[in-house]
């Protein structure tokens, strides 16, 4: 072991560079203009891959972009670990907000900057980098390991499904670990055990056949706007709680010992507002922020639009009127249960002057790790170890479409 | 007045071409690129005035698009009547919507179709074809008239009032007729004696400094969408009244004789609900349509937006949301006042966790005629005459910004 941690400390600054050009590759999963970036990443991760020592890595097209597989399967009766990531970044925009240019990494009091370094080219390389330095220091690894490195996490990751799907026996493992989510603050060493799903629906109001002009016929008609604002603040409470009969009914209640959890968490609420830049925060009644946050489910619209919009006044009734909406869930809540239920509330509280319809757009499960796994005892005691300082268990308010 | 009806009833035809070559010229006001047909317009409309033998017609210059000025004054003794006017139009956009070029004029089923041939170059032209059918037939006219015909009735009369200043003693006359409102129904004679006002405002709140992830964030601030839904809620009560505070003290009430005189009206609220398409009508609480449309305030969101409106699915909360306020006023509200109390009122209801600014955008007020003015008497007796059947007292939802 001390071999590992000496290759690894003489390798620091080689590793630094290392991850410096894998960020240099602007592999911007959504936008076509970059499709041979993105592919050429992918490549240079499997290279990444048996430069290290991994027995072998492979690049598997896909319908869209390519998923990066490796392997090192050198400890018979030991247990398997798949490692989750993703090697696709965000776009950049917009460029001028950026003090130096997200393709070309710098760093600066002691963080470095650059499109992926933290979601999630840092996170996989690294993985991968530990692993060198156990081939490197001592020639093999305590566990089998199996690398998923995959190129559409940013776009929903679409195909990765069927990949999945197909290579069921090749991906097999007694455990995943994913390190795409945040530490809890810098030097406290945080596994996230939890995420929440999504369920998020368009709703749509129509009021009359056409736009009608606000003075020759306001007084007449259910204005569609208003119409929509009546049900909006129907799908909440005063006590911030979600008002759609039946929603609570799979949540899991948090209890005594999971809020005492949180509670010991090194999180200030006042410093997390200044960094929002919100005059107040807000949440549902009688839960703390990162109650809230991580383990009750919350709706919020999205996006709110009808009428006219632009410059100056126009004196118009709108025909139509529009918004979206996304719930997150928690454990046990299924998001086509949940859809089915708003789907319901909506057209029950919709006025009767307006046509209201609700389109399903997107769904995700939530997850919950059982932290009595052995794979938890494990991680604690290396992080523990590594960090030199107390682990904690934190959740994730949004969702990895990976994880189901 | 035999010979002026006979003269009027022997150009008929010719009265109708006349018209088609004044709706064939596009005089657009709002947009520059018909500028110089603007222009064209205004000086047709000037050769009309000096064809039929009005004294003198002139154009006169103004910051904006030009006005028409042509005066009769030969009825010394007489009552002095200022007829009002514009010949400019709407945009015609969307174009596949016509079901004959907007000018080029054509008949189908006894109406005329072709932009401005009821808003307001028809009725112009028909003041002015009566004119000439006196002058012509008798001579002489039994009053004085005066005609005012504007260009920029469509873009908000931005240049009419310092003309009316400038020229108050041209423009002295005891009545001011203006003919740019609608008959209830094709063959009922109408007088318009009423106008509603306006008040319209800019709501925009911030819960942010920036756009969050609904997941991230979600249940740890507050959506300005639902701040904003939350204060749009609060301006109407469940009765459909607006909620403002004061916001009725100078409302003049209706009276039994208001409402019966309304309550006879040829209106049927079936057929109207039908025409504009909506499932059910809707208006403030014990107050008929016509009641609501002409009597009473109304208060109307005429655009609301905030957040991803795009197509598909993002999921943030966003850092700001904003909405457009019409609001209606009646005699004897006043916009200013009005202003006033929607400001004090939407910053006292705004959730504590957002900032809230309003912009005062228009305004313009509400007109009520005092119809026991013998005009009204010699106006009904003539229409009565011309039409052969009883005359109805209107009022108009909407503003003319002419009308103080």
Redesign the interface.
């Known amino acids: 072991m001390e071999a590992v941690v000496r290759y690894a400390a003489e390798n620091h600054d080689r590793f630094l560079e290392e991850l410096k050009d894998l960020i240099r590759i602007p592999s911007i999963s959504s936008s076509t203009e970059h499709k041979d970036d993105v592919d050429r990443c992918a490549h240079f991760v499997k290279e990444i891959m048996l430069g290290i020592g991994l027995e072998s890595a492979e690049v598997w097209q896909t319908d869209g972009h390519p998923i990066v597989y490796g392997e090192c399967l050198g400890a018979p009766e030991k247990p398997t670990v798949l490692i989750y990531g993703h090697y696709d970044v965000q776009p950049v925009d917009p460029l001028d907000l950026w003090e130096t240019p997200p393709f070309e990494p710098s760093i600066r009091n002691g963080r470095m900057y650059g499109r992926g370094s933290v979601d999630d080219k840092g996170q996989v390389h690294i993985h991968l980098k530990a692993v060198q330095s156990w081939l490197k220091g001592i020639g093999t690894l305590p566990i089998n390991l199996k690398f998923l490195i995959e190129g559409e996490e940013e776009v929903g990751s679409k195909n990765l499904n069927v990949f999945l799907i197909d290579n069921q026996k090749m991906l097999a493992a007694d455990v995943v670990l994913i390190s795409d989510t945040s530490m809890l603050q810098k030097g406290v060493p945080s596994i996230c055990c939890g995420l929440?799903g999504?369920a998020?629906f368009?709703i749509d109001l129509r009021?009359?056949?056409?736009d009608?002009?606000?003075?020759?016929?306001?007084?007449?008609?259910?204005?569609p706007?208003?119409a929509?604002?009546?049900i909006?603040?129907q799908l909440?409470d005063e006590k911030g709680r979600i008002a759609i009969p039946g929603f609570y009914d799979d949540v899991v209640d948090l209890v005594p010992g999971d809020r005492e959890a949180l509670a010991q968490l090194p999180f200030d609420e006042e410093d997390?507002r200044k960094e929002?830049?919100?005059?107040?925060?807000?949440?549902?009644e009688g839960f703390s922020?990162l109650e809230?946050?991580w383990c009750?489910p919350?709706?919020?619209?999205?996006?709110?639009?009808?009428?006219?919009?632009g410059e100056?006044?126009?004196?118009?009734?709108?025909a139509e009127?529009?918004?979206?909406v996304?719930i997150?869930l928690v454990s046990h809540q299924d998001p086509e249960t949940v859809a089915a239920l708003f789907e319901d509330y909506v057209s029950k509280i919709a006025?009767?002057?307006?046509?209201v319809s609700v389109q399903r757009?997107?769904g995700g499960l939530p997850f919950l790790a059982d932290t009595s796994h052995p794979a938890f005892e494990a991680s604690v005691r290396a992080l523990k170890k590594g960090f030199d300082s107390d682990v904690v268990f934190i959740r994730?308010?949004?969702?990895i479409p990976f994880v189901q």
Not at 298 to 309: E, K, M, P, R
Not at 312 to 318: A, E, F, W
């Open positions: 929440r999504l998020y368009q009021g009359s056949k056409q009608l002009h606000s003075g020759s016929f306001g007084g007449a008609v259910k204005n706007i208003h929509l604002t009546e909006v603040n909440k997390y929002i830049g919100a005059a107040k925060l807000y949440g549902e922020v809230n946050l009750r919350t709706l919020d619209v999205c996006g709110i639009w009808g009428g006219f919009t100056g006044s126009k004196t118009v009734i709108p009127a529009h918004a979206k996304s997150r006025p009767p002057e307006v046509e757009m997107h994730e308010g949004g969702s």
